[in-house]
């Protein structure tokens, strides 16, 4: 049985730049009640009027830079997995669309629809195509386009003002060395707690039809929904079990630990593993201060920029951690 490295990285982020300042033309807010909440500074949004940008555009952006970085070219790619909350239309999913834009050959693609979590997830479902044998070279996707979906008012501001655009890409690859590359991953869901952070509508529940002919203002079901309180509690907790149950797989500790890269939700959760695990901030990337939340795409984002600083090198433990909507969690046990 093979391991799967990853040998390629790749992001990409709107030119556009919207500041905790920014965000007072639509709403009530601060830069001050934004920082003190969730850390984050800025983000990027797709500016309409000035960029085509798309999920399916951005993500293929990011996929050409990995593919570049894993010395491969785009007929080198067996499969595509793509995993996004925000795809270009309600079907088909994004995965395909980024095989037609990369003009790739009619290779297989599929969509990860596990929001926060979803890049551990494809990461998951690649390293397994490749563990298998039935692969070589598996192209995973993180991308999203939340600010096209957002309710810019002081109504939606606690949603709003966290989250932001990107993507960001990785190429698996066959290893031979089974003490390389993805050593493990853990994967867990607790579906009872999904309607905490949700987006309702329109859905075959309740379709576009029902919804025009309410025509009711105060209907926000066609807007994200978070119980920030209820998410935070579980995440923290979730993370450390995540980030634990891999290091117990792997008969490591803690202090094995060279770099810890979370899904970038909220700065304050990152703070709080951080101590928990004693764990020096040269061992913990955060970028959401930039970006806010990426959601599929925070992690891949992430990654790609702690390798490009060097602040990941060969032979280190790369623990990547995720917690979100469903609830759905995970971690990834990467010997770099």
């Not at 983000?43 to 293929?60: C, F, L």
């Not at 596990?114 to 563990?131: E, P």
């Not at 002081?154 to 932001?164: A, D, E, L, P, S």
Request: charged share 25%; glycine share 10%; hydrophobic share 35%.
């Amino acid at each position: 049985m093979y391991n799967s490295r990853i040998t390629g990285l790749g992001k990409y982020v709107p030119e556009n730049v919207v500041t905790n300042d920014d965000l007072k033309v639509w709403m009530d807010t601060s830069d001050e009640w934004i920082q003190e909440r969730t850390g984050i500074k800025e983000r990027r949004w797709i500016d309409p009027e000035t960029s085509d940008d798309t999920t399916s555009i951005m993500g293929a952006k990011a996929a050409k830079i990995a593919i570049e970085r894993a010395g491969l070219t785009k007929d080198d790619i067996d499969f595509i997995v793509f995993a996004t909350l925000s795809p270009d239309m309600y079907f088909p999913g994004g995965g395909v669309r980024v095989q037609e834009l990369l003009e790739m050959d009619t290779i297989g693609a599929i969509d990860v629809r596990n929001q926060c979590s979803g890049f551990i997830y494809g990461l998951s479902v690649a390293d397994q195509f490749i563990k298998t044998g039935m692969y070589k070279n598996v192209l995973v996707i993180g991308s999203e386009n939340h600010s096209g979906g957002l309710e810019r008012s002081t109504r939606g501001r606690g949603v709003t003002v966290i989250f932001g655009d990107g993507a960001g890409a990785a190429v698996l690859s066959r290893e031979e060395d089974n003490s390389k590359g993805i050593l493990s991953t853990h994967l867990h869901s607790e579906g009872k707690h999904a309607k905490e952070l949700s987006l309702e509508g329109p859905s075959t529940g309740r379709w576009v039809d029902a919804i025009m002919e309410d025509n009711d203002p105060e209907d926000v079901s066609y807007y994200p929904y978070m119980n920030g309180q209820f998410v935070f509690k579980h995440a923290v907790v979730r993370f450390s079990e995540a980030i634990i149950e891999g290091l117990k797989t792997n008969n490591l500790q803690k202090e094995d630990i060279d770099m810890l890269i979370p899904h970038q939700a909220n700065l304050r959760i990152s703070q709080f593993i951080q101590k928990k695990f004693g764990l020096g901030n040269d061992q913990v990337y955060n970028n959401i201060m930039r970006y806010g939340n990426t959601t599929a795409a925070s992690i891949p984002i992430a990654l790609t920029e702690a390798w490009e600083e060097g602040k990941i090198k060969e032979g280190d433990n790369v623990v990547l951690a995720a917690f979100g909507s469903g609830f759905t969690w995970g971690s990834a046990i990467i010997k770099w």
